[in-house]
């Protein structure tokens, strides 16, 4: 009685798109589902804007800090001085431990080119900041290519819409920056004027060599030829074999024949490095040094990798695991890679954080491809542990600064008292209205994640960038005068100023290299550093020793104690000061 309702067939495309995301060997399609929609460019004004909002504060106006700052900036200062040989950096005869050669002579050289119209010390970091937005350039580029790839680009849709290569690519690249950015590791070290940051910057070369090989292999060799000596002539050669090692055998593993053409580039670099490593040690410079320490313990190696990694190493994780199938793609082997060498140094080092800092731009490139796979829920938390940790480290540093002024809340103005005795407060419109235009900023970013649904991929990583360019911005601003007296010498050089005459020579037998700089640097003394005890001779006339808090000032034969000055209150580092015993004593 009824006939038979006809069956409605749709046809649709074959599902072809997994043979193109899937390797000839049967390695499994690529986890990422992107829309065009979620590729949603990130405003380059914007961008821009954290970039600046991270690299200049702490650029200005302040002293080189303690320790290692101070001491790299005393054998860049003590080159542009002529005080010291280019081939052998020294400050009053000691030389530098590590480091290399290279950081000293770029900053040398930037101390005397921009003499006497610049500060040294602001004149000294001006290279190490070009190098710092370098490191930031380099990550964003080396993502942009490794996103590039067949591997790592998301599945086309069935009925279309997927993201554009070029626009998925340029998204998770915006990801990587604002990753890095937001690392708190890199926060003081990379503003700092050490050889770590040459370091780092020819770590994130590396990777850019190794990620530009196949689309622009000019660039890509420059590059790979560059960083692995960079990192040799900077104090870093044992690394940099490690990555030429890492990165051997990513071309040797891989089916690109741009990338095993790409192998023997690596090779010469390392080649390169090994040399000039070599070449240093024969001089009497830092070439080859090894330092291996104890197992520190599991526990503190954790605490250092969970906060100094903090946010890249959680979703770098989730990249690993999620495209585990893909390990040995080009977009995942070789931050991953890159990323286990600066590990692996950390550990071997006793949980060494300036080690560590080699890690940073690989976690970030490998944080930026869990953007595609980040689950709501994941991203949520992550916004809402940034709104919340940032903005009550925004509120706290606005109480310090007001209760520098107004001594409200009392306890808050006591502790400051007691970091930096004898502070008194200085207004600056400069820095209130720049701190109030980044807190302004911060408040609009957060109401406009928290108040719309966004699609794009970089998303969730705006407010960890946000809120760490925005306590870094109030600190060098609003805090910068007592953090800057806190964390330099110039208030002990201060102190010792009656006692020791401008000018005068100053024996300072195992001071530390920031020690004696700052003696030259802000004293204006001559010092010497050579003298391995009190007891040999020496021609100044004032001894000084460096004394940890409860150590007892000894008694020297020939010298009489005159005074004992301390670095900020009686529980800190001293020195005490003598002069050489006459006939009337």
Known sequence: MFAPR????????????????????????????????????????????????????????????????????????????????????????????????????????????????????????IPFAVLLVAVLALTWYATYHLARTDAAQPLPLAFGGEARPADYARAVADGAVLALIASLGLLQLGHETTPELLQLTGGALFLYGMAAGAHHPLHGRLATLLCLPMMAASGSPTVALELAAAGLLICSLS???????????????????????????????????????????????????????????????LTVWHWRRQIARRHIAVPLFSALVGLGASIAMGANDRALLQALPALAVLAAFALPILQRSLGSALDWFSVFFFT???????????????????????????????????????????????????????????????????????????????????????????????????????????????????????ASVGLLTALEYFGGYRVDGLTPTPLLPTTCSVLIISLSARETAPDVSGWRRVARESQRTHNSESIAIYRRRTPAD
């Open 6 to 125: 006809p069956v409605l067939s749709i046809a649709l495309p074959a599902p072809h798109h997994a043979n193109m995301r899937s390797s000839s060997q049967g390695q499994s399609v690529t986890p990422a589902l992107v829309t065009q929609k979620a590729v949603k460019r990130m405003p380059r004004w914007a961008l821009l804007l954290f970039c600046a909002a991270y690299v200049l504060p702490g650029l200005f106006g302040r002293d080189p800090w303690k320790n290692a700052d101070i001491a790299s900036f005393g054998h860049m200062w003590s080159l542009a001085l002529g005080q010291a040989s280019w081939l052998h950096p020294n400050v009053g005869g000691v030389t530098p431990i590590g480091g290399g050669i290279l950081p000293y002579w770029l900053g040398g050289a930037f101390i005397a080119m921009l003499d006497p119209w610049i500060d040294p010390a602001l004149a000294a970091r």
């Open 255 to 317: 089916n690109d024949p741009c990338m095993r053409s790409h192998l023997k580039w690596v090779a010469i670099s390392g080649l390169l490095a090994a040399a000039l490593a070599s070449g240093l040690s024969a001089m009497g410079l830092s070439g080859w040094r090894v330092r291996l320490e104890g197992w520190p313990g599991m526990g503190p190696i954790l605490r250092l990798i969970i906060w100094f990694t903090w946010p890249a190493l959680s979703l770098a994780g």
């Open 392 to 510: 009550a480290g925004a509120l706290l540093i606005w109480l310090a600064y007001g209760a520098m002024y107004t001594g409200v809340p009392i306890k808050m103005a006591g502790n400051i008292a007691k970091l930096v005795p004898g502070y008194t407060a200085h207004f600056s419109w400069t820095a209130l209205i720049s701190a109030s235009v980044g807190t302004a900023l911060w408040l609009a970013l957060v109401r406009w994640r928290t108040a719309r649904q966004t699609h794009a991929l970089w998303k969730s990583l705006v407010l960890p960038a946000g809120g760490v360019a925005l306590c870094w911005l109030l600190l060098m601003t609003l805090l910068l005068p007592p953090f800057d007296q806190a964390r330099s010498y110039r208030l002990l050089m201060n102190r010792i100023e009656p006692h020791i005459t401008r000018g005068s020579c100053v024996a300072a037998p195992g």
